[in-house]
């Protein structure tokens, strides 16, 4: 699951730098509704699991499937990393 085909992602994970151990963050995240990302290192020793649901009278969950082009997607992102990195 950790070898990537398409760029960043593999087998429906994608890879984040790991500033810890100098490795990768495997997980997922997207925006459908609501936006989520789940984090985890590959020995399992840091994870975290975050979401956030849209306020109904936005059109924000047909933007995209994968938070491209959102920015609260990228915050919720930058927010998940910069905590699993401080644990370090």
């Not at 609501?34 to 979401?51: E, K, N, V």
Request: with cysteine; aromatic share 12%; hydrophobic share 30%.
């Amino acid at each position: 699951m950790e070898t990537l085909w398409r760029g960043n992602h593999g087998l429906g994970l994608q890879r984040w730098n790991d500033e810890c151990t100098n490795g990768f963050y495997y997980g997922s995240g997207g925006s459908t509704w609501f936006a989520s990302i789940t984090l985890s290192t590959s020995d399992g020793s840091r994870q975290i699991a975050m979401s956030f649901a849209y306020p109904s009278d936005t059109d924000k969950h047909i933007e995209s499937t994968d938070g491209s082009g959102q920015p609260e997607f990228e915050q919720l992102r930058q927010v998940a990393i910069a905590a699993l990195n401080g644990l370090c």
